[in-house]
């Protein structure tokens, strides 16, 4: 099974700033099967990115996702007050399963 | 509008069953590959199994392997989840979500998603 581990944990910065968080497989993933999602508190994911740098229907091109093989990142070019919340990157893998990273939590400074 | 509703969930012993499910709408849902996916309070999002969109190809995370059910009924737009022999990790928000199928075939991200149901298991 592919693991994924996103960085940082938790990620501090304000409004206007830029942030780019990052997802590592422990073994390579297909680009075309991650995907990235945001949860707000109390709500159900939300679709981001998909193929790692396709925008979602309504998603705003602040949005950005990048990367191939093991390493790939989500970018918020300039951050607004909705996008503070938990980031996951999701694969998946030639093993019949869907995995999620443990997420990162992106918090106003 | 594109919807799926979840429901079933509630509190049950170890070792007891529930059977959860999802009313989908809005799509037609015989097209689409169907996941569940759960998350446990206060930790992340863990996939519990998917179906295809015939029913024919199923497969399940190794945690609920042997003991959790999905089926689907497309002539009543529905998604199911047979959960027997639960343990206390079972404790979770369960979602339905909707794979992101072009002309029958899957491509692994989930692009609607229900509002969940909760499962907590507790003797």
């Known amino acids: 099974e592919i693991v994924l581990t996103q960085s940082p944990g938790t990620l501090s910065l304000s409004p206007g700033e830029r942030a780019t968080l990052s997802c590592r497989a422990s073994q390579s993933v297909s680009s075309s099967y991650l995907a990235w999602y945001q949860q707000k508190p109390g709500q159900a994911p939300r679709l981001l990115i998909y193929g790692a740098s396709s925008r979602a229907t309504g998603i705003p091109d602040r949005f950005s996702g990048s990367g191939s093989g093991t390493d790939f990142t989500l970018t918020i070019s300039r951050l607004e007050p909705e996008d503070f919340a938990v980031y996951y990157c999701?694969?998946?893998?030639?093993?019949?399963?869907?995995?999620f990273g443990q997420g990162t939590r992106l918090e106003i400074k | 509008q594109v919807q799926l509703v979840e429901s079933g969930g509630g509190l049950v012993k170890p070792g007891g069953s529930l059977r959860l499910s999802c009313a989908a709408s809005?799509?037609?849902?015989?097209?689409?590959?169907m996941s569940w996916i759960r998350q446990a309070p206060g930790k992340g999002l863990e996939w519990v199994s998917y179906i295809s969109s015939s029913g024919s190809t199923i497969y399940y995370a190794d945690s609920v392997k042997g003991r959790f059910t999905i089926s689907r009924d497309n002539a009543k737009n529905s998604l199911y989840l047979q959960m027997n022999s639960l343990r206390a990790e079972d404790t979770a928000v369960y979602y339905c979500a909707r794979d992101s199928t072009i002309f029958g075939v899957a491509l692994y991200y989930m692009d609607v998603w229900g509002k969940g149901t909760t499962v907590t298991v507790s003797s």
């Open positions: 999701q694969q998946y893998g030639s093993s019949r399963s869907i995995t």
């Open positions: 809005g799509f037609t849902f015989s097209d689409y590959y």
